[in-house]
């Protein structure tokens, strides 16, 4: 468990981000919660999840690139490297069982591994993503692929492989 100062560096009142919260915030993370719900489960405002978040990885970034942090940027780096880390690890979980069901035949795994990862050949083509962040615009970028066209696509891209044609 990380040690995290009762009171902020700069004076003020004291930081929420305490020991006992960023492991509530790290356990959120690992079960795939929102940031909405990791906030909420974690008893802290979304927005101070986010600033704590960014102010991590400015700092961690700035540590990459030679530059010195700031002691008070300590625990938020933390947070930041252990937050992504759980997310990192709940992320090769899924594929892995993604993985596993595609291999078992489900094909609906599949086409969402191939239009995730691929989307560029696999994928809705000229829908993008819309930003998650954006809830007034959600209505207007709702994408419903167009799931028999990339059921042929996949079909063609797997026949291919299983049945290269023979050289001659």
């Not at 492991?23 to 101070?48: N, P, Q, Y």
């Amino acid at each position: 468990m990380t040690q995290f100062p009762s009171s902020t560096a700069r004076g003020g009142r004291p930081t929420k981000l305490t020991s006992k919260r960023a492991d509530l915030i790290v356990k959120a993370a690992r079960a795939g919660l929102t940031v909405r719900l990791t906030a909420h489960f974690s008893g802290i405002s979304e927005r101070t999840y986010m600033t704590w978040m960014a102010r991590g990885r400015n700092a961690y970034e700035d540590r990459e690139a030679g530059e010195s942090a700031d002691p008070a940027d300590a625990p938020h780096i933390r947070l930041y490297e252990r937050v992504t880390e759980a997310r990192s690890h709940l992320a090769l979980k899924a594929l892995l069982q993604l993985e596993k069901k595609a291999e078992e035949g489900d094909t609906r795994a599949i086409i969402w591994k191939l239009d995730r990862l691929y989307r560029d050949d696999y994928g809705q083509q000229g829908t993008g993503l819309r930003d998650p962040w954006d809830a007034d615009e959600a209505e207007d970028h709702a994408v419903r692929p167009d799931m028999v066209a990339l059921a042929e696509r996949l079909q063609t891209t797997l026949f291919a492989v299983q049945y290269p044609p023979e050289e001659e």
